[in-house]
């Protein structure tokens, strides 16, 4: 719990990447009330006031998490480990069943999502497993096949929900954590010469949309008027909107619904930016995007021990993957997959892991010396 040096210790903050985070918090509920708006007088869904209530909830994530020190979170990884695990099976249980996947547990709008909670679960498991492994241990394939078996149990259970994109989302992880940790390159490229022989067995246990977003990704011309429709009505957004976009509240792809309405806010969110912004707005998000990773890596070669410099990989790793992989998909270089962009998408469950993971991106910078 915080104690009384809360207050000195966030004196040594890091307030450029507070500054950053600040500002995608504030585009994120000005544009997700405009991918809402629907014109003048009209009624509309209130999704920003509840990201409004879910960053206030996460700030306080926030600040709890930067307060204590993350050495001593880290002695209770195989707690979060354990309980994310057992989350995951609880929603394949009991969870609520939204378009025909089983994602969230709760009720109405207080909804949580497991997978998203995994992925920082998953990061903080690493990291304490391999910071209790010596140089010479870090380098063994045992240690290796360790790892990847910690990241494949909840990988498995992600996909079985389905979600692909969530699931997707902790290879990275574990290959950025294993990679700082010393781990042989031979057994890098051996993993993912695994990874790419259980690829066929994948798309054969892949759900018939999931197969369709990819193949409409390689020729989105192949089904324009159904699986190929949002990515080829996310590509007009971003086209039309130009060097400075049409201004706020006017993209007509959203305001006409062309865009898809059920997902705008969430998925494809950079999609409203870039058509009402144009390519300033786009690069302003790039840019914030850029400062947290920067500032990311800065505190994870700062860091005090390994085990700090290991929970900042991974962080960097999940958000900067989130990062690609949306904005790739809005514009065409990857795959329709549901992975929505970090503070910026509307979504409780990883707005609340997003900023947890950046309080303790704050707690290793703010601990990076001995005082």
Same mark, same amino acid.
Request: hydrophobic share 55%; net charge positive; with cysteine.
């Given at each position: ?12 903050? !890091?307030?450029?990447?507070?500054? =950053? ?30 990201? $409004? ?10 600040? &709890? ?8 979170? @880290? ?30 547990? *709760?009720?109405?709008?207080? *909804? ?5 909670? =995994?992925? #920082? ?12 492994? %010596? %140089? ?15 990241? *494949?149990?909840?990988? +498995? ?11 997707? %989302? $902790? ?10 940790? /010393? &781990?042989?390159?031979?057994?890098? &490229?051996? +993993?993912?010469?695994?990874?790419? @022989? ?68 969430? !998925? ?15 690069? @302003?998000?790039?840019?914030?995007? =850029? +400062? ?9 070669? !700062?860091?005090? !021990?390994? #085990?700090?410099?290991?929970? =900042? %990989?991974?962080?960097?790793?999940? #958000? ?7 904005? *790739?998909?809005?514009? /065409? ?13 509307? /979504? ?24």
């Amino acid at each position: 719990m915080p104690t009384n040096r809360t207050f000195p210790l966030f004196k040594r903050m !890091d307030w450029v990447l507070f500054a =950053a985070m600040a500002a995608l918090a504030v585009m994120s509920i000005s544009f997700i009330y405009s991918a809402s708006y629907r014109g003048p007088g009209q009624p509309m869904p209130q999704f920003y006031r509840q990201q $409004l209530f879910w960053f206030a909830v996460g700030l306080a994530f926030y600040i &709890a998490v930067a307060a204590v020190d993350y050495r001593l979170i @880290c002695q209770w990884a195989t707690v979060w480990y354990v309980l994310a695990i057992l989350s995951l099976v609880l929603v394949l249980v009991i969870g609520v069943k939204v378009y025909g996947a089983r994602r969230w547990l *709760g009720w109405g709008r207080m *909804g949580i999502q497991p997978a998203e909670v =995994a992925k #920082l679960a998953v990061i903080i498991g690493l990291a304490y497993y391999l910071f209790h492994r %010596t %140089t010479e241990q870090r380098r063994r394939w045992n240690t290796v096949l360790g790892a990847v078996t910690l990241m *494949g149990v909840p990988l +498995v259970l992600i996909l079985v929900e389905p979600d692909l994109g969530s699931a997707l %989302t $902790l290879v990275p992880i574990v290959f950025g954590m294993l990679f700082v940790a /010393g &781990a042989r390159g031979k057994h890098l &490229a051996l +993993v993912a010469l695994m990874g790419l @022989c259980l690829t066929p067995v994948a798309w054969w246990h892949m759900k018939k949309y999931q197969r369709e977003r990819l193949t409409v990704f390689l020729n989105p011309n192949r089904d324009p008027l159904g699986a190929g429709w949002n990515l080829n009505q996310s590509l007009i957004a971003v086209g039309s909107g130009g060097v400075t976009g049409k201004g706020y509240l006017q993209g007509t792809q959203n305001l006409l619904g062309y865009l898809p309405r059920t997902v705008t806010p969430n !998925d494809f969110l950079f999609s409203v930016i870039a058509e009402e912004k144009g390519f300033a707005g786009g690069a @302003c998000v790039v840019g914030l995007y =850029a +400062v947290v990773v920067w500032r990311g890596l800065r505190i994870a070669a !700062d860091a005090r !021990d390994r #085990l700090g410099a290991l929970l =900042a %990989t991974g962080i960097v790793g999940m #958000l900067f993957f989130h990062v690609f992989v949306n904005i *790739g998909m809005t514009i /065409g270089l990857m795959p329709v997959t549901g992975v929505p962009l970090p503070l910026l998408s509307y /979504g409780g469950s990883f707005v609340l892991v997003s900023m947890t993971a950046l309080g303790l991106l704050q707690n290793i910078w703010i601990h990076r010396r001995n005082y």
